[in-house]
């Protein structure tokens, strides 16, 4: 049994505070496909986020434990209230994730501290699964003010899931495409228009 974490706290600034994850794609939102995709991988979805917007979704949200410790405190946060020992953890704003990957992921961080997608542009820690064994460092990484999750690998057994694992799930290119700007969320949103 394992937990899916949607990771939702960013300030959105370069798309002008909007609540990403609320962001219409095509007939549904990014939050709303993202749980229906994570229940098809996991049997407990919760969302990290200080909005409230999110609570009408029926998924449990949980706030940050330690505000203003970035991705790292969504993470440390999830691990911390999850009935389970794995945590895969997505970011919000991921309109292209897929469940056979996650299911992947899943089945690849069972043996170790974090999967961790690797591509050529580096790593994918929003999209990784992480064990309880990263807690004890994480706090230390977060008490020295150190939020950057690349930071935390290298005192982690990991477990990196290279190009060739990925490109078997990754047809078009765009699985970790993730949208921070207004020409992003085009992008995404005319990927989306047919479906």
């Known amino acids: 049994m394992s937990t899916v974490a949607i990771i939702a706290g960013g300030e959105a600034r370069r798309l002008g505070g909007q609540s990403k994850g609320n962001l219409p794609l095509g007939n549904t939102s990014f939050i709303d496909r993202q749980i229906e995709i994570l229940y098809r991988v996991a049997d407990d979805v919760l969302i990290v986020a200080n909005d409230q917007a999110y609570k009408c979704l029926g ?3 949980v706030s940050d434990l330690i505000p203003g410790a970035g991705a790292m405190g969504g993470i440390y946060t999830a691990l911390t209230v999850a009935k389970t020992n794995q945590v895969l953890a997505v970011a919000c704003d991921m309109p292209f994730l897929q469940v056979d990957f996650l299911k992947h992921v899943l089945v690849a961080g069972q043996t170790v501290d974090v999967a961790i997608p690797k591509t050529k542009h580096g790593y994918e ?7 309880q064994g990263c807690l004890p460092k994480m706090m230390q990484q977060i008490t020295r003010g150190k939020f950057k999750l690349h930071d935390l690998l290298p005192f982690l057994k990991i477990r990196e899931i290279g ?17 921070n700007t207004p020409d992003d969320y ?8 047919d479906r």
Do not use: T
């Open 125 to 131: 820690p929003l999209c990784a699964s992480y064990g």
């Open 59 to 61: 998924v449990p949200v």
């Open 163 to 179: 190009p060739e694992e990925i490109a078997a799930h990754d047809k078009d290119g765009n699985l970790f495409f993730n949208v």
């Open 186 to 193: 085009r992008w995404a949103l005319e990927q989306f228009k």
